[in-house]
Nanobody
Framework: QVQLVESGGGLVQPGGSLRLSCAAS????????MGWYRQAPGKQRELVAA???????NYPDSVKGRFTISRDNAKNTVDLQMNSLKPEDTAVYYC???????????????WGQGTQVTVSS
């Protein structure tokens, strides 16, 4: 069984910073990608940042220059440093990973439980 456990959400004022962390554990053979998504009330879940095993990183325009994703392959962790936060960044943030359980099985999507980020004065 694979688990993704997130930490680091909370309440922050506009312009402030937060750091989210996610650790994957269990019977993991390999992780091809890790990332963060968010979902605000009444909206669809959207990609915030993704980092792939080859080092490629994706950000949507809405967070470029403000958010930074980093990954520790040895520890199976992924962090998201969020700076210059805006009220529109308020959402539940979910950790995501594409994980293979063996060499013969393709990767599957796994999700964390979500952590609330609220940006408000």
């Amino acid at each position: 069984q694979v688990q993704l456990v997130e930490s680091g959400g909370g309440l922050v004022q506009p312009g402030g910073s937060l750091r989210l962390s996610c650790a994957a554990s269990g019977s993991i053979f390999s992780i091809s990608a890790m990332g963060w998504y968010r979902q605000a009330p009444g909206k669809q879940r959207e990609l915030v940042a993704a980092i792939f095993s080859g080092g490629r990183i994706n950000y949507p325009d809405s967070v470029k220059g403000r958010f930074t994703i980093s990954r520790d392959n040895a520890k199976n962790t992924v962090d998201l440093q969020m700076n210059s936060l805006k009220p529109e960044d308020t959402a539940v943030y979910y950790c995501n990973a594409v994980i293979s359980l063996s060499a013969s099985r393709p990767g599957s999507n796994y999700w964390g439980q979500g952590t609330q980020v609220t940006v408000s004065s």
